[in-house]
């Protein structure tokens, strides 16, 4: 599965952005979806995460800013981040996987000044 990140960039505190992540398969034959992010100087670390019948899953520290999605028509995962804050500032990685591995996209960066 290839996968590409896309949608980073430099944003103001308070200010929103959209990632987005093609998939070069259809995203209903995977087992999971999920956005990671790694900040300088940090371990990569799961942002959000959602695979089919479950309910999503986000990490406490951006949970009722950010919403994980997905459009199975484009095969393509989003992540909505609302309300950013200059401690989201990292490259974020989306990541998918099936039953035998798990795949990594190039990563995007996303900086949030203060």
């Known amino acids: 599965v290839q996968l590409q990140a896309s949608g980073g960039g430099l944003v103001q505190a308070g200010g929103s952005l959209r990632l987005s992540c093609a998939a070069s398969r259809s995203i209903l034959s995977l087992n999971a979806v999920a956005w990671y992010r790694q900040a300088p100087g940090k371990q990569r670390e799961l942002v959000a995460t959602?695979?089919?019948?479950?309910?999503?899953y986000y990490d406490d520290y951006v949970k009722g800013r950010f919403t994980i999605s997905s459009d199975n028509v484009k095969d393509t995962v989003y992540l909505q981040m609302n309300s950013l804050k200059p401690e989201d500032t990292a490259v974020y990685y989306c990541n998918a996987k099936t039953q035998w591995a798990s795949y990594w996209g190039q990563g995007t960066l996303v900086t949030v000044s203060s």
């Open positions: 959602m695979s089919s019948g479950a309910n999503p």
